[in-house]
């Protein structure tokens, strides 16, 4: 069955330091993968996306790379911030038409001053 | 800006009751959605629709029906709530053309059933 996999536990970092979050997916040819973000008691918001035939994508501090040979894209944020503290989901398509997205559990960053 | 309004923050139902989720859209889009999202679980696709007067199951239907009468309106209806449907609930819609690509959601409403 299709799978996708986020680092289930909180991710710490010191602020200032880059954080790198991951999604593993198993079972999936997604022709694009997404990256939103989620503050408690609110809904997703959309922050990237990338195509099966992109490698990376940039906006500000963010960075979405996506290897489709390992089945993994990382989310980097350069130059952390108490304020990006939220929890991280990535989103994948199945290239199946509008079917919606299938979402990732999510991963809790924890940006400490 | 696109927005997308949910009716309700909070809802407290007892069990049996028929409930109505409302979600609204000013954008024109045509591609709605209904997830749930429970802790340990994730968002969950209950239903979405790509056209009024269409509908299509995800991946937990059961339970919940919809209704889209008009384009920027998609209600999710719990014919008897049940206890297992406490929840937070998302709609979510995208924009036209790009069936999944960057969905807005609403702030949620989270629905206790008692």
């Known amino acids: 069955s299709q799978k996708i996999e986020q680092n289930s536990e909180a991710l710490n970092i010191q602020e200032g330091k880059t954080a790198t979050l991951t999604c593993n997916y198993t079972n999936y040819s997604p022709a694009y993968l997404q990256w939103y973000r989620q503050d408690p008691g609110r809904g997703p918001v959309f922050l990237l996306l990338?195509?099966?035939?992109?490698k990376e994508k940039r906006k500000e501090r963010l960075k979405v790379t996506f290897d489709t040979t390992l089945k993994q894209s990382l989310f980097h944020i350069t130059a952390s911030q108490p304020a990006d503290s939220a929890t991280y989901l990535c989103a994948l398509d199945s290239g199946g038409g509008a079917d919606g997205l299938t979402f990732g559990k999510g991963t809790h960053l924890i940006i400490q001053p | 800006d696109v927005k997308v309004t949910q009716s309700s923050r909070y809802l407290v139902k007892r069990t049996g009751e028929k409930v109505f989720l409302e979600c609204v859209q000013d954008?024109?889009?045509?591609?709605m959605f209904w997830y749930r999202q429970d802790p340990g679980l994730g968002l969950r696709l209950i239903y979405f629709?790509?056209?009024?007067?269409?509908?299509e199951k995800g991946d937990i239907p059961e339970g919940y029906s919809v209704s889209r009468e008009k384009k920027e309106r998609f209600s999710l209806i719990l014919e008897s709530a049940s206890t297992n449907q406490t929840s937070m609930y998302l709609c979510?819609?995208?924009?036209?053309?790009?069936?999944?690509?960057?969905?807005?959601f609403g702030s949620g409403t989270q629905l206790s059933v008692l």
């Open positions: 979510a819609s995208s924009i036209p053309g790009s069936s999944n690509e960057k969905l807005f």
């Open positions: 954008m024109d889009h045509e591609n």
């Open positions: 629709s790509y056209d009024v007067k269409m509908k």
């Open positions: 990338i195509r099966e035939n992109e």
